[in-house]
């Protein structure tokens, strides 16, 4: 039922910045937590960035002080500000949300967005 459309992925230099988009189908205000997770190729998905109902956020230490992650009830849509960037960084992106239903946690991920940063 719920739906996570990720955006703003592309090709950037070294240095270079891309704000990555994540739309949910209803209000975001329903989700304990909404975050960012990015896996690289051969490697395990990893956390990059969590945001609580509550205003708490979360960095992974490899993106501290260069990535921002951000929200719009509004617009029902989670970001992630990408400064500085790095080819290590290069990785598919997800976007996630969890619900609490009864005593369980649900998650829910997008499909995805690629970024790549060249050297």
């Known amino acids: 039922q719920v739906q996570l459309v990720e955006s703003g992925g592309g090709l950037v230099q070294t240095g270079g910045s891309l704000r990555l988009s994540c739309a949910a189908s209803?209000?975001?205000?329903?989700?304990?937590?909404m975050g960012w997770y990015r896996q690289a190729p051969g490697a395990q998905r990893e956390l990059v960035a969590t945001?609580?109902?509550?205003?708490?956020?979360n960095y992974a230490d490899s993106v501290k002080g260069r990535f921002t992650i951000s929200r719009d009830n509004v617009k029902n849509t989670v970001y992630l500000q990408m400064d500085s960037l790095k080819p290590e960084d290069t990785a598919v992106y997800y976007c996630?949300?969890?619900?609490?239903?009864?005593?369980?946690?649900?998650?829910?991920w997008g499909q995805g967005t690629q970024v790549t940063v060249s050297s």
């Open positions: 996630n949300a969890d619900l609490i239903s009864a005593v369980r946690v649900v998650s829910h």
């Open positions: 209803g209000s975001i205000l329903r989700f304990v937590r």
């Open positions: 945001l609580t109902s509550g205003g708490s956020t």
